[in-house]
Structure formats: structure tokens, C-alpha cells
């Protein structure tokens, strides 16, 4: 129906920069909200940012001032602008949308994630 996939990860030194970037396809109607979620390695999965569809954002406090969320209604992709990345952020990242389907239906999807390691 929906497919989410990620890019842009990689490795990166403490202080770098990276920018995520998630593309939605298939029976889309339209995105609603558009979030950003991490699991780091024998943690739990956790909400890093969110974006609605008129734009506005919300983040968790450990990456507010560092990592910047926007998206393209128009190319249903949203992005995650990564900056002074520090060790604790390694993780996989995964892409997650609220998608009116074009049968009318609202659907929870998730991409595959994208590995994000940072190296003190």
C-alpha cells in the first residue's frame, strides 16, 4: 500500500552533520503527521521529532537546537537535518507517517530505518 524508505545515514565524528530523508510512495490520498523515531542499540524505540502537514514541528529535548525537521507536501518526503551529532545519538532511525489512504482510510506505516553511528 504505503512504502517508506530511508536514506542518508552514515558514519560520522562527533560534531558532524547529517541529513535523513524519508520518501513516501504508493496509494497515497495524503500525509498527515510525519515523525522521525530512533532506537539505539539494547534500547527502546523513542520519538525524536514530529511535523505536521502545515508545518508545525515538535522535538524531544535531547536533540532541540541540533536537529532541524521538515517536509515536502508536494514529494511526500520528510527530512531530518542532523547537526553536532554526539556519540548518544547512534542509533537506526526510522521514518513514520499517518497516511490517508486514497480509499479514505487512515493508516499508520514505517519505513525500514537508516543507521546513524557516531564516532568520538
Known amino acids: 500500500q504505503v512504502q517508506l524508505v530511508e536514506s542518508g545515514g552514515g558514519l560520522v565524528q562527533t560534531g558532524g552533520s547529517l541529513t535523513l530523508s524519508c520518501v513516501a510512495s504508493?496509494?497515497?490520498?495524503?500525509?498527515?503527521?510525519m515523525n522521525w523515531y530512533r532506537r539505539a542499540p539494547g534500547e527502546q524505540r523513542e520519538l525524536v521529532a514530529t511535523?505536521?502537514?502545515?508545518?508545525?514541528?515538535n522535538y524531544r529535548d535531547f536533540v532541540k537546537g541540533r536537529f532541524t525537521i521538515s517536509r515536502d507536501n508536494a514529494k511526500n518526503t520528510v527530512f531530518l537535518q542532523m547537526n553536532n551529532l554526539k556519540p548518544e545519538d547512534t542509533a537506526v532511525y526510522y521514518c513514520?507517517?499517518?497516511?490517508?489512504?486514497?480509499?479514505?482510510?487512515?493508516?499508520?506505516?514505517w519505513g525500514q530505518g537508516t543507521q546513524v553511528t557516531v564516532s568520538s
Open positions: 504508493g496509494s497515497i490520498l495524503s500525509i498527515i503527521n
Open positions: 511535523i505536521s502537514r502545515s508545518g508545525v514541528t
Open positions: 513514520n507517517a499517518d497516511v490517508h489512504l486514497v480509499d479514505a482510510r487512515l493508516q499508520n506505516f
